[in-house]
T-cell receptor, first 118, second 111 residues
């Protein structure tokens, strides 16, 4: 149980275009999903918290107009990188909290999406 | 700003050796999680510790949460090549479900 998928796993796009990444909880419902970014050989940095049916909460320094997050259902959150630039190239990972967890703090992570902007 | 420092950053050991990874902060956490991540994949949860002084064992891995809930350690006994990966601790502050990830420890176990 507690499986999270991401699509696509890898994407290459040209500078100036937009890319959408999907994060799905496959066998549970998630009121809260999180989006992280990871540069090579570094740890994960939280970008934003996505709550179903409401606006995402962005961490300091993350441009909300550049990284659009939509959490339209209890099993799907999307991250759209708008007007991508080479410096946006990174490994993007989502995670989700199971609705049934109550006060448990555990997050289940997707396999990540490797974005390369040329 | 809450920070989680892990040490060592890198560790290369021979199969069969023991090792300990530390995760330290000046802040108190409601809980602390340990994850292992392999290249090109998402982190996989190993354990959650919640109570100060708590010790949990997972086969050859032993996790401890500090009494003051500011630090944690991961001890691996008789390391195997399959233990190779990036080990990450993640703390949760009070009143939130957000993670603060540690700086990471990259472990390589040589056969």
């Amino acid at each position: 149980g507690a499986v999270v998928s991401q699509h696509p796993s890898r994407v290459i796009c040209k500078s100036g275009t937009s890319v959408k990444i999907e994060c799905r909880s496959l066998d549970f419902q998630a009121t809260t999903m999180f989006w992280y970014r990871q540069f090579p050989k570094q740890s994960l940095m939280l970008m934003a918290t996505s709550n179903e049916g409401s606006k995402a909460t962005y961490e300091q320094g993350v441009e909300k107009d550049k990284f659009l997050i939509n959490h339209a259902s209890l099993t799907l959150s999307t991250l759209t990188v708008t007007s991508a630039h080479p410096e946006d190239s990174s490994f993007y990972i989502c995670s989700a909290r199971d609705l049934r967890q109550g006060e448990s703090y555990e997050q289940y992570f997707g396999p990540g999406t490797r974005l390369t902007v040329t | 700003t809450q920070l989680l420092e892990q040490s060592p950053q890198f560790l290369s050991i021979q199969e069969g050796e023991n090792l300990t990874v530390y995760c330290n902060s000046s802040s108190v956490f409601s809980s602390l999680q340990w994850y292992r991540q392999e290249p090109g994949e998402g982190p996989v949860l190993l354990v959650t510790v919640v109570t100060g002084g708590e010790v949990k064992k997972l086969k050859r891995l032993t996790f401890q949460f500090g009494d003051a809930r500011k630090d944690s350690s991961l001890h691996i006994t008789a390391a195997q090549p399959g233990d190779t990966g990036l080990y990450l601790c993640a703390g949760v502050g009070s009143g939130t479900y957000k993670y603060i990830f540690g700086t990471g420890t990259r472990l390589k176990v040589l056969a």
